[in-house]
Each structure stands twice: as structure tokens, then as C-alpha cells.
Nanobody, 121 residues
Framework: QVQLVESGGDLVQPGGSLRLSCAAS????????MAWYRQAPGAQRDLVAG???????NYPDSVKGRFTISRDNAKNTVYLQMNSLNPEDTAIYYC???????????????WGQGTQVTVSS
């Protein structure tokens, strides 16, 4: 069984920073693309940042220049450094990873349980 466990969500003032972490555990062959999504109340779940196994990254314009995604393949972990946070960044942040359980098998999507980020004074 594969699990993704996020951590690092918190209450932060506008202009502040947070670093989220997401670690994959369980039995699997390889982790491919990893990403962070977020979902505000009443809104759809949107991509915040993505990273390939070879560290090619992509961001929507709303967070470009403020958020940085990175990963440590040896630790099966992905990070999201968030700077210059504003109230519009308030949401539940979800980790996503495409993981192959066995060599030669196609990867499947896995999700973490989410971590709450609240930006408020």
C-alpha cells in the first residue's frame, strides 16, 4: 500500500512563508511526476506546482515567483516553499504523485490527505 503524508500547514500572516512536505511510504517501484494542488472552500482543486523526476518544474501564473517546488528522490519526498503568502493562498494543499508499484507497470495517481494553509492577520 502506498501512502502520501503531508505536513507543514499552518496559520501565517500575509507576507509570511511556509514550507510544506510530502513523503511517500509503502511498497513501490518508482515515483514519477509529483505535484501540489490546492482547494479553497467552494472551489475546484487547482494545480499549484509540478515537478518531474528530472526536476523540470511548472507553475501557474498565480504562484510563479512566490512558490518553489523541489524533491528529494532518495527520501521519496516533495516540498513546496511558499513565500509572500496572501489571503488568496488560503486552502487545503494536497500532494499528488504518480507512482508505479512494480517495474514494467504503468504509474497510478496517489493523493495525500491534505494540509490546511491559512493566511490571515
Amino acid at each position: 500500500q502506498v501512502q502520501l503524508v503531508e505536513s507543514g500547514g499552518d496559520l501565517v500572516q500575509p507576507g509570511g512563508s511556509l514550507r510544506l512536505s510530502c513523503a511517500a511510504s509503502g511498497s513501490f517501484f518508482r515515483i514519477y511526476d509529483m505535484a501540489w494542488y490546492r482547494q479553497a472552500p467552494g472551489a475546484q482543486r487547482d494545480l499549484v506546482a509540478g515537478i518531474t523526476r528530472n526536476n523540470i518544474t511548472n507553475y501557474p501564473d498565480s504562484v510563479k515567483g512566490r512558490f518553489t517546488i523541489s524533491r528529494d528522490n532518495a527520501k521519496n519526498t516533495v516540498y513546496l516553499q511558499m513565500n509572500s503568502l496572501n489571503p488568496e493562498d488560503t486552502a487545503i494543499y494536497y500532494c499528488n504523485a504518480r507512482i508505479s508499484r512494480r517495474a514494467g507497470y504503468p504509474p497510478n495517481d496517489y493523493w495525500g490527505q491534505g494540509t490546511q494553509v491559512t493566511v490571515s492577520s
